[in-house]
């Protein structure tokens, strides 16, 4: 089977592309990346207008299966995914039970594989439950599919628990994903500690609460020469901690999500529980920090924390609802925002949101060269929508941004050579 893409602005950093031309897939392989392609083809898809890119890459979601079918599925997360134009997504482990063993990697994968909507690339426990006392079997998880360890949802407090398992880490060449969160400082708190905790007499996060496990985590990192990765970093503290270590060659990455360069913590005023999410909302003052730091690769990536919630969760008091908000659907759209803002070029956003996130991972996508893994996705960058969860794949539609009109949605997804989205339409 030959697809031919032709007349799309392609955008390709890894191998400097960034103009129209077109592109030949055969079967699950890139064949072809040219001016123009002759070859001829069974499908043939005009993408005049529109952007050419590596598959999009999350390396941050919550599928909530096991456990939380109620929530999310791994199969509405995927159709989210594809909507979303994701061709590869990293759950994370915070299931029912715990994705802590090998068998949890392979059940993740085996579904994704049944389903044949987009790749999944499974985050195993740290430590055992969670619990943060006894590590995990990482070469096992390893065996099973992990691409990278976490007990994101919970910050391993015990400096030599993280210590020993950046060094076990090193051993199978895996990340460490870190959730910071100092546990005496966050003491409850359920927003940003501010001016607006205060109005609304809402307990308090500093943003402390994150700096501090940041300060102590790059330390680990350097002491270990263990890889290790910053989940959903918020703050400017934080921030300025992580640009020092990397100035001074110490082994981090970093990401951030759009909710937390497009939203202040005024966004709770209301008691809007679809605008608490951990770390919370934060300032103007950090809003601007994290664009700076997107700009000056600080962050080196974009992710989603896709974290869906029932409605019923949600519409309950501030303090009482649950953390988190979906984000798969909408992250293309309030990136993009990024490039009209003049904050990124839009090279740069898909490197932050395929190329990089497949360096960190170490998974051989995020490119189109000739004979890559055929995962593509086209969007168009200028089409206006509103977000609507009656049109959500997303067994869950807990996001501040509903009703909001946004700019630039996929159009079509290619994951493995198969068209998984066909003109805004899943064809699975």
Known sequence: ?????????????KNSLDAVMDVLIENDRIKKVAKSV??????????????????LIDAHVHLRQPGFEYKETVETGLRAAVKGGFTSVCPMPNTNPIADSRSDMEFLIGEARRLALV???PVGAVTLKQEGKELTEFGELKKGGAVALSDDGRPISNSNILRRALEYAKKFELVIMV???????????????????????????PAEAESVE????????????????????????????????????????AETCPHYFHLTEEAVLHYNTAAKMNPPLRTVEDVAAIKQALKDGTLDIISTDHA??????????????????????????????LVKEGVISLKELVYKMSVKPAEILKIDRGHLSGGAVADVTIFDPEVEWIVDKKEFESKSSNTPFLGRKLKGRATDVFCDGRHVLQNGLIKC
Do not use: Y
């Open 38 to 55: 002759t070859d001829k083809a069974d499908k043939e898809i005009n993408a005049k207008g529109k952007i050419v890119c590596p598959g």
């Open 214 to 253: 940041v300060a102590r985590d790059i330390q680990l990192a350097d002491l270990t020469g263990g890889r290790l990765h910053f989940c959903h970093i918020s703050s400017k503290k934080s921030i300025d901690l992580i640009r020092q270590a990397k100035s001074q060659g110490s082994k981090v990455t």
């Open 179 to 205: 959730h910071c969160q100092d546990e005496e400082l966050f003491c409850g708190g359920c927003m940003n500690e501010g001016s607006v905790s205060t109005k609304l007499g809402l307990p308090g996060i």
């Open 1 to 13: 089977m030959k697809i031919l893409i032709k007349n799309g602005h392609v955008v390709d950093p």
């Open 119 to 121: 790749r999944v690339w």
């Open 308 to 337: 869906p919630h029932s409605e019923n969760e949600k519409d309950a008091e501030f303090d009482q609802a649950p953390f988190g908000i979906t984000g798969l659907e909408t992250s293309l759209a309030l990136s993009l925002a």
